[in-house]
């Protein structure tokens, strides 16, 4: 897979951002999608679940779908495989958040490419919690 190329003052400035929409976020404690969002709440980030199965993810209200969401979103983090991340896209460019962070594992050159066009920085085949830890 492609590695994205950020640079890790760029990766830093992204963490002073404090509205991340979790795409695809789960109740499932031993999923990714469920400890990297609980992780970065517990840095102090508001972590919004958008998952259209449930209502509530970690005592938060979950919304269906990013066009849901009432909160200005700064970025969307996303936990869809590659091949599910074009319609989220395409909902991100509708709320016009900073950034569209794609999870480590995750690249869709299509779908991020109509992200930049947008005015979306994109940041792919990187985990949040991991880069955190790494960069604080």
């Known amino acids: 897979m492609e590695r994205d190329l950020h640079s890790d003052e760029q990766i830093k400035k992204i963490y002073a951002l404090k509205n991340i929409a979790v795409v695809g976020m789960s109740k499932n404690l031993e999923k990714a999608a469920h400890y990297v969002p609980k992780?970065?709440?517990?840095?102090?980030?508001?972590?919004?679940?958008?998952?259209?199965?449930?209502?509530?993810i970690l005592g938060k209200k979950c919304y269906p779908r990013l066009l849901d969401v009432p909160v200005q979103v700064d970025i969307v983090d996303v936990f869809r495989p590659s091949d599910q991340v074009k319609p989220v896209v395409e909902e991100a460019?509708?709320?016009?958040?900073?950034?569209?962070?794609?999870?480590?594992?995750i690249h869709n050159p299509e779908a991020e490419s109509l992200a930049k066009k947008a005015g979306i920085d994109v940041v792919f085949n990187r985990c949040m919690l991991a880069e955190h830890q790494r960069l604080f």
């Not at 992780?39 to 509530?56: F, H, K, M, R």
């Not at 016009?96 to 594992?105: A, M, R, S, T, V």
């Open 39 to 56: 992780y970065l709440a517990e840095q102090g980030y508001n972590i919004i679940p958008v998952n259209p199965t449930t209502d509530e």
């Open 93 to 105: 460019i509708k709320i016009k958040p900073e950034i569209l962070w794609l999870q480590e594992g």
